[in-house]
């Protein structure tokens, strides 16, 4: 299917390289590119930025990039079949609410988890419906959604927070492995990201989403179950960040309404600097946490360098366009060297 969407399309950059050696494939790729960009910017951050360069900062850092690491995994996803969600943060500040209006009633935290998490499902599956089954534009449904869901989120607790959590919890969400500097939680992380690596690069299913970004007529002519794929990939969006809510809260020991406004620019910066196209059709889960561990170690490095936030948020901004430009400019650039056939 790819090879004949390049021909149908004219864009040679999607035709299987059978000629080149699978070692020249792989170091010119995307991901071994951004790989090569990431340990570039840590080397001169290290070398020019005070105090970078330690175990506290590397701790600080992983814990501030877990919340977009979590959700970046199953927006590559949504993102892969051609959608979008703008919804993911404030269902972190719903989930975030709810844990703490759980928990000040007395609920057990196992439970009080899992209820939030299944109140991920169902923003999930509210999405999803509007989007899989009754067709709407996902960039507009997800619009309305991000203001629904902080809506719903400051109106169930007003301007207030709540901020009675046992320290031992908030001791627990930052606990570092020994002396590593790493914390704990990226264990959590680490199995995310094996089991949505395996699950859209290793399952029919994966290939069924890359399909249907490619090009959805023909993947559903192919036997895939176009809908049923989105509405599954937006379930999973809703549940990563409703977790990833349950643990900010426990991090900072706050719930609050207005928890990770925000934050979805940087979690679609960084999907779309990992190489994901908001195209759909190519991406994945690789490039996806470079480009998280990216804009995490630029926007640590620039805040312990003095720069204040708004800066680091056009720094943000900036990288987001030209992680949509770069793949046209270089099409386009693909395109001028390409020779012309001999007439006949």
């Known amino acids: 299917m790819t ?62 990039a877990t919340p977009v690491l979590m959700i970046a995994l199953p927006l590559t996803l949504v993102i ?47 999405n999803g419906f509007f989007v899989a089954v009754v ?17 719903l989120a400051v109106g169930l607790l007003g301007t207030t927070a709540i901020t009675s959590f046992p320290a031992e919890w908030q001791r627990a969400a930052q606990q570092m492995l020994g002396s590593t500097g790493i914390p704990a939680v990226i264990l959590l992380v680490v199995v995310l990201v094996g089991v949505f690596a395996v699950l859209l ?16 007529e023909a993947a559903a002519f192919s036997g895939v179950r176009v809908n049923w794929s989105k509405f599954v990939t937006f379930l999973m969006t809703g549940a990563v960040s409703a977790m ?35 195209f759909g059709g190519k991406g994945s889960i690789a490039g996806a946490v470079t480009g998280v561990l990216l804009i995490s170690v630029l926007q640590s490095a620039l805040r312990l360098d003095g720069v204040n936030s708004d800066a680091i948020s056009v720094v943000t901004g900036t990288l987001l366009i030209l992680s949509v430009l770069a793949p046209s400019v270089a099409r386009w650039m693909r395109s001028k060297r390409r020779v012309p056939p001999a007439p006949a």
């Not at 067709?135 to 809506?151: D, E, Y």
């Not at 809260?249 to 600097?273: C, F, H, M």
């Open 201 to 216: 690069h290793f399952t029919g299913f994966g290939r069924g989403l890359y399909a249907i970004g490619l090009n959805k």
């Open 80 to 126: 892969i079949t051609g959608e979008i969600d703008l919804s993911i943060a404030s269902v972190i500040g719903l989930g975030s609410v709810l844990f703490g209006i759980l928990i000040r009633a007395g609920v057990p935290l196992a439970l009080a988890i899992a209820v939030c998490v299944l109140a991920g499902v169902l923003a999930g599956a509210f």
């Open 244 to 278: 990833a809510g349950v643990f900010w809260t426990l991090r900072y020991a706050s719930a609050r309404g207005d928890n990770a406004t925000g934050l979805e620019l940087a979690i679609i910066a960084a999907v779309l600097l990992g190489g994901v196209s908001i």
């Open 3 to 64: 090879t004949l969407r390049a021909r149908t399309s004219g864009d040679d950059s999607l035709l299987p390289s059978y000629g080149r050696p699978g070692w020249r494939r792989l170091a010119t790729s995307s991901e071994a590119v951004m790989v090569a960009v990431l340990l570039a910017v840590v080397v001169v951050a290290a070398l020019a930025v005070p105090h970078f360069a330690s175990t506290t900062t590397l701790g600080f850092l992983l814990l501030d």
């Open 135 to 151: 067709g709407l534009p996902s960039l507009a449904v997800t619009i309305g959604t991000l203001a629904l869901f902080r809506g």
